[in-house]
């Protein structure tokens, strides 16, 4: 069956550096997310993007975090300069369709800033 | 690895009737979490409940309860009095320090 595959399934990172999480959605699937879940809490919607646009935000993807489809399988979240804050499980989904679609999730990368 | 299993792709309930959804994970782990999150259209994920494996009470919020039973590794959620409110992708996750989510069920009000 396919699969969502993220990698790496973990990066160290130092403050202030730039990481890119990568993406491989499943090949025929047409909107992709990113979802964050900081140790011990709860997921966090981050962003949705499609037809190479971000669709929705949440209040978390602010200025420091950018996503992008660089070529036709990759969907990569960047996150610039980044925190302490930032150390996360972060997610990436892709979907056929919106709405009501069935999501598919990856094993998530596992972000830890220094 | 662990995986965790939906075996409901749809589920139906009448408004302010009962309806339970299934979830079955499968670990080494004596120690982790479960969740369910409702997931309305726009892909938000909504906490609805966590359960922690160590605890032998079952957790409940509101409407809201789970049945866990450790020993069968099977985590289901029911909803009393349901809502049209509560219409959504529901995704059952277990988490232990690596956090799996299942394929979602997808739940239907009728009014």
């Known amino acids: 069956e396919p699969e969502v595959t993220q990698t790496p399934s973990h990066q160290v990172t130092q403050m202030g550096q730039e990481v890119i999480l990568r993406c491989v959605p499943i090949?025929?699937?047409?909107?992709f997310y990113w979802y964050r879940q900081i140790l011990g809490q709860k997921v966090e919607f981050l962003v949705s993007?499609?037809?190479?646009?971000?669709?929705?935000k949440s209040e978390i993807f602010d200025d420091q975090f950018s996503v992008e489809r660089p070529d036709g399988s990759n969907f990569t979240l960047k996150i610039r300069s980044t925190k302490l804050e930032d150390s996360a499980m972060y997610f990436c989904?892709?979907?056929?369709?919106?709405?009501?679609?069935?999501?598919?999730f990856g094993n998530g990368t596992r972000l830890t800033v220094t | 690895a662990q995986t965790v299993t939906q075996s409901q792709p749809e589920m139906s309930v009448q408004e302010a009737e009962t309806v339970t959804l299934s979830c079955t994970y499968d670990t080494s782990e004596s120690d982790y979490y479960l969740f369910w999150y409702k997931q309305p259209p726009s892909r938000q994920m909504i906490l609805v409940i966590r359960?922690?494996?160590?605890?032998?009470q079952n957790a409940t919020e509101n409407r809201f309860s789970v049945n866990f039973q450790k020993a069968a590794k099977s985590f289901s959620l029911k909803i009393s009095d349901s809502q049209l409110g509560d219409a959504a992708m529901y995704f059952c996750?277990?988490?232990?320090?690596?956090?799996?989510f299942g394929a979602g069920t997808r739940l239907t009000v009728k009014p």
């Open positions: 989904a892709s979907s056929e369709g919106d709405r009501n679609s069935p999501l598919h």
């Open positions: 996750a277990y988490d232990n320090n690596d956090m799996r």
């Open positions: 993007f499609y037809n190479n646009e971000i669709s929705e």
């Open positions: 359960q922690e494996a160590y605890k032998q």
């Open positions: 090949s025929n699937h047409l909107y």
